[in-house]
């Protein structure tokens, strides 16, 4: 839903005079997840349903907002009364963005095996989208954003009124954010960081940081690590869930940096949350037994707890890649600065929506090829 309302929303906003542009959407997958309709737009865009209307200039068109059915969504001009009557002050949508950064980072634990599961389509690069919609389309004040911005890429604990949710689907929080935390993000600033560099490189961010003595310098290149060891047992879950399955099921695999090799407590055997090893004949059985089931037993993962503890001590997390299954390889950008000063690192695939790392022939970030 975020990245329909950052990408595809601002078409809406182009005039005609034979039509009215809108924009229809469903939730085909597991609808009855949501006890809500607040409950569905909170799980994605960290906002209720009104706030996110007025957010980003969003309405329901002529119908009564349901998870249930097609809703159709219409442009809100900047005349009309929801603009006027925005609900969050600059303290809030601070809140906000800090709210959608740490789902974004660290989305709560899911059974990937199980048919029946929340989706999070999300990386960093979607969440920078989501700033630079803020200042280029929504008119929110540049300087606000890039200090909300710069505080994320240079404070290793973020403290902040916002609550990360450990719970699938996310339950709407109103203004039940109130007293401040505190959470250890260093494990992904070192993802958050390049990003940034690679989206001011190719002046996609849209607005100036004042501080930029803390991001890589050098340019991005396209890099490219084939894995071999992939345990044929593990394959045709692979092949199910990234080759067949959703942009989203895509979209929870990300990897890990880690200065030594890892003694295999984050493995998918050992870490895996609900129990999970990674085969799909283990679906029903874990259905069955109420492990894959909304409100059924859930084992918290050792590797998301211990993240969020200790941050870049475990690793240095990244979001934004691809995986080729045919050639068992992942390709992602990253700046040439970066790679040299992790070079030596062990590289692990991970998965964020069970939070574990899958299993592979060791690698080092230093063994992948430069193909662009």
Request: with cysteine.
């Amino acid at each position: 839903m975020l990245s329909m309302f950052v990408k595809i929303a601002p078409l809406l906003s182009l005039k005609s005079k034979t039509v009215t542009p809108c924009i229809q959407s469903n939730c085909l997958l597991n609808t009855g997840l949501w006890k809500s309709f607040d409950d569905y737009i909170f799980s994605t865009t960290g906002l209720g349903y009104k706030e996110a209307e007025a957010v980003f200039r969003l309405r329901v068109a002529d119908q009564e907002p349901s998870i249930w059915g097609t809703t159709v969504w219409e442009h809100v001009g900047d005349d009309d009364e929801r603009i006027g009557n925005l609900p969050l002050s600059h303290e809030d949508l601070r809140a906000w963005l800090h709210r959608l950064f740490l789902s974004n980072i660290l989305p709560p634990d899911r059974d990937a095996n199980s048919l029946i599961r929340e989706e999070r389509a999300s990386n960093l690069s979607l969440f920078l989208q989501t700033l630079s919609h803020c200042v280029n389309h929504l008119g929110m004040p540049a300087h606000f954003i890039a200090s909300i911005l710069e505080d994320l890429l240079k404070k290793k604990t973020l403290v902040t009124k916002a609550t990360l949710s450990n719970d699938s689907p996310a339950p709407y929080l109103g203004s039940k954010d109130v007293s401040k935390k505190r959470f250890v993000v260093s494990a992904f600033q070192t993802d958050l960081t390049n990003q940034t560099a690679i989206f001011l490189q190719n002046n996609m961010l849209g607005f100036r940081l004042l501080d930029t003595s803390f991001l890589p310098t050098q340019k991005a290149s396209l890099y490219e690590l084939k894995l071999g060891g992939i345990n044929p047992k593990y394959s045709q879950s692979w092949a199910y869930e990234y080759e067949y399955g959703s942009v989203s099921s895509v979209m929870s695999l990300g990897f890990m940096l880690q200065k030594e090799k890892g003694s295999g407590e984050y493995d998918i055997r050992t870490a895996a949350s609900n129990g999970n090893n990674g085969d799909p004949m283990f679906m029903m059985m874990a259905m069955m037994q109420g492990g894959g089931m909304p409100g059924g037993q859930k084992k918290p993962s050792k590797l998301r707890r211990d993240l969020l503890s200790s941050g870049d001590k475990i690793g240095h997390v990244f979001s934004c890649m691809n995986w080729d299954l045919s050639n068992q390889s992942a390709s992602f950008w990253m700046c040439e600065d970066v790679f040299e000063k992790f070079s030596a690192y062990c590289f692990r695939l991970i998965r964020t929506d069970g939070w574990f790392c899958l299993p592979h022939g060791d690698a080092k970030l230093g063994d992948t090829k430069r193909i662009g």
